[in-house]
């Protein structure tokens, strides 16, 4: 067992120690590469598997105090019933608002995004029909007066798009396939010279400087579309701005064309305001992504000082001001692929007004009134769920007070605090459970108090019966020729039942035995009483049936009309060898002859008279039907007083004992010695009875005579109740 102790104890500490084996054996691994410049390849090995015990120790120790945690968490029913109402009320709930806004906010996303493209690629369609239509003119002109047609096209087209610029970039290249599919006119008109001064550009040209050629990368088919370009912020500043021009290069129809028209189409922020007038979408930055370079595919720096799009529309704050869309762009010089953020800024309610005003007033309204309905069903949803938490709190804290009201009251009930009592403050099965606990706690409170009173009696029943035992014979009596053994088992602590041996003078000595009706302490009392005068009229009344006559006289008196006493009283005198006794409605007495009387069967005297304490006719009936006798006593005859415990002791079927049993009994040991017969008659007794309860007080006294001269001592015996069996 102390090895197992000593095992356990060791794992539990295995944990630190990897962390602080791990640690110092990194710190010398640090040690040792910081004065080498570079440790060796097994010391880098050493230096993961200490890493690997820090981490597996930490692991260990951070898992013990997630368990710590939740068993200090989880301990409380109260937390438990709000995080289980939390985990499936709460949560789900969340999850399903979350999951339907992240659905409107990937539709709005995906929306302005495509707004976003869709007029970026209008404005590239635009810059190149106005380049088309500028060269068409020029061809068809023959060439003449290229200046003022590009400043006509650019005056025209400034109204829509202020900041357009046009330049043409001479060219030489072979578009045979562009020209094959021409009139003959059209070749023809082609073929004409540009003065210098044709290409002259013509617009503000503010964002960069007009092309000077046309890339290679650009076919005879010509381009259009979002060109980016960069210039810094501040001078010196590494910071730089991006913008974007949608761009459009388009040649004369002709096999060999010698010109190009350029046409920059800005987008700034009147393109911008037009955007979110349209659309309700503001474009609000444009950055390239880092990913964005290939070869020298970055947007084209500017050679000045950059472009100010000017101040933008203010617009509302929140997650829908900042969408991110990215878009493809061209590089100029190289005319490689980057990719380009378009920073916009979504304005749900402009959104809405402006797909709504499509479908007039009529759809308007009901469009409006939809939305309002749905507004109303999420606040509904909202105030729901607010409720319901509100009253899943509410519940669980009337559920757990309860429950800690019990568990303090239990733990009061357990240090022996029976005066608590739990507060009763709702009318429900809780509210029945603290009554019930209450009750509990005042029946327990009363059983204690019954129990300490049982015991307070119990103590007091305990020292009458040492008083009530005390009063019956105690120590040896010697009588020459007499031998006497007595037994008193009562059924209570304290009994009615009475025996008493009264020497008289050197050779007479008093046989008394009693019964008064009842169990208990009154016949306790009454047996006490009987005690007294029975111990003071012996001396005064040498007849038994005087000394009855004068205790049926006084004890009369005393007793309650539902009580009786019944009563043997003897005489017995050695020197006569008689014995004189009378009997007051008490139990036979058995008699068994010696050996000399020739029979041994055994005899029941029963003289008559009544019991005593009965209050008719003053005693003179008692007195008239009180019959004493007188016996002759020889050697080896056996006489038993008993009262009706010992012939009415009943089995379980309600079978008495009887004295015909008790008196075969008799005849066929009274042989024996007394002590051993008593030993047999009690064994006999308790066979009959069995499992059946001790109703009755047990008494008896066992009287065998000597041989004349003999002296024997008088055994007597009181049976405690617990000895019954």
């Not at 030489?172 to 020209?179: F, I, K, L, N, Q």
Request: net charge negative; aromatic share 8%.
């Amino acid at each position: 067992m102390v090895r197992i102790r000593s095992w356990a104890a060791h794992l539990h500490a295995l944990p630190a120690r990897a962390i602080l084996g791990g640690l110092a054996i990194k710190l010398v691994v640090w040690l040792i590469e910081l004065a080498a410049g570079r440790a060796p390849a097994f010391l880098e090995v050493v230096d993961t598997m200490a890493g690997l015990a820090v981490a597996g120790g930490l692991a260990y120790y951070l898992f013990k105090l997630i368990a710590l945690a939740q068993r200090r968490l989880l301990w409380k029913v109260r937390r438990k019933l709000i995080l289980s109402y939390i985990f499936m009320g709460f949560v789900p709930a969340l999850l399903i608002i979350a999951f339907f806004l992240l659905c409107g906010f990937l539709l709005l996303y995906n929306f302005s995004s495509y707004l976003v493209q869709s007029r970026l690629r209008t404005l590239s369609d635009q810059s190149r029909f106005l380049a088309q239509s500028t060269a068409f003119e020029i061809q068809r002109g023959g060439g003449q007066d290229v200046a003022a047609i590009l400043t006509r096209r650019q005056a025209h087209a400034s109204g829509q798009f202020p900041d357009l610029s046009i330049t043409l970039v001479a060219v030489d290249r072979a578009c045979p396939e562009v020209g094959s599919v021409k009139s003959e006119v059209s070749r023809e008109s082609a073929n004409f010279r540009l003065q210098p001064s044709d290409f002259r550009p013509v617009g503000p040209w503010r964002h960069l400087a007009a092309p000077q050629t046309v890339p290679p990368w650009i076919g005879c088919a010509g381009f259009s579309g979002i060109v980016a370009y960069s210039h810094r912020k501040d001078a010196g500043a590494g910071d730089q701005d991006t913008h974007l021009i949608a761009r459009a290069v388009v040649f004369p129809d002709s096999p060999r064309p010698a010109y190009a028209v350029v046409v920059d189409l800005l987008v700034n922020d009147s393109v911008k305001q037009q955007l979110r007038r349209e659309t309700g979408v503001e474009m609000r930055s444009v950055n390239a992504a880092p990913n964005a370079r290939a070869g020298d595919a970055r947007p084209l720096t500017g050679p000045d000082g950059g472009h100010d799009d000017g101040p933008s529309a203010p617009t509302a704050g929140g997650i829908l001001s900042s969408l991110p869309s990215p878009m493809e762009y061209r590089d100029w010089t190289t005319g490689a692929s980057g990719t380009l953020t378009v920073t916009t800024a979504l304005s749900v309610a402009e959104l809405y007004d402006r797909i709504s005003a499509a479908e007039g007033n009529v759809g308007r309204a009901l469009g409006q009134g939809l939305l309002l309905v749905l507004f109303a069903i999420g606040a509904l949803f909202l105030i729901i769920q607010f409720v319901a938490l509100i009253a899943g709190l509410t519940l669980a804290k009337s559920i757990t007070g309860s429950v800690h009201e019990l568990f303090a009251g239990t733990e009061r009930v357990r240090r022996g605090d029976f005066t608590h009592k739990i507060a009763v403050k709702s009318e429900d099965q809780l509210g029945e459970l603290a009554g019930s606990f209450n009750s509990m706690t005042d029946s327990i409170e009363e059983l204690l108090l019954q129990a300490a009173e049982k015991k307070r009696l119990e103590e007091e029943l305990r020292i009458a019966h040492e008083i009530q035992m005390s009063l019956l014979p105690q120590g040896p009596l010697t009588m020459s020729g007499l031998s006497v053994t007595a037994l008193c088992v009562p059924a209570r602590e304290v009994g009615g039942d009475y025996y008493d041996f009264l020497p008289l003078d050197d050779h007479r000595v008093g046989v008394l035995i009693a019964d008064v009706s009842g169990k208990g302490t009154s016949a306790a009392l009454y047996m006490a009483e009987l005690k007294g005068l029975v111990l003071s009229l012996s001396e005064m009344h040498s007849s038994p049936r005087s000394l009855l006559i004068a205790v049926n006289r006084i004890i009369a008196q005393h007793l309650d009309a539902r009580s009786f006493i019944t009563m043997t009283y003897a005489v017995i005198d050695l020197h006569a060898r008689t014995m004189t006794y009378a009997r007051a409605g008490h139990t036979p007495l058995i008699y068994a002859p010696g050996p000399g009387a020739g029979s041994r069967r055994v005899r029941i005297l029963a003289p008559d008279g009544l019991v005593l304490g009965l209050k008719i006719d003053n005693g003179e009936m008692f007195e008239k039907l009180l019959v004493e006798q007188t016996i002759e006593l020889r050697t080896g005859d056996f006489y038993l007083f008993f009262t009706d415990g010992i012939s009415e002791a009943m089995n379980v079927h309600d079978d008495c004992f009887g004295e015909a049993r008790l008196g075969q009994l008799v005849e066929a040991h009274a042989h024996l010695p007394s002590d051993e017969l008593r030993e047999r008659m009690l064994r006999e007794i308790a066979a009959f009875v069995g499992e059946a309860p001790q109703h009755d007080d047990m008494t008896m006294i066992l009287l065998k005579v000597d041989g004349e001269g003999d002296s024997l001592p008088m055994d007597t015996e009181i049976a405690e109740i617990t000895e019954a069996r």
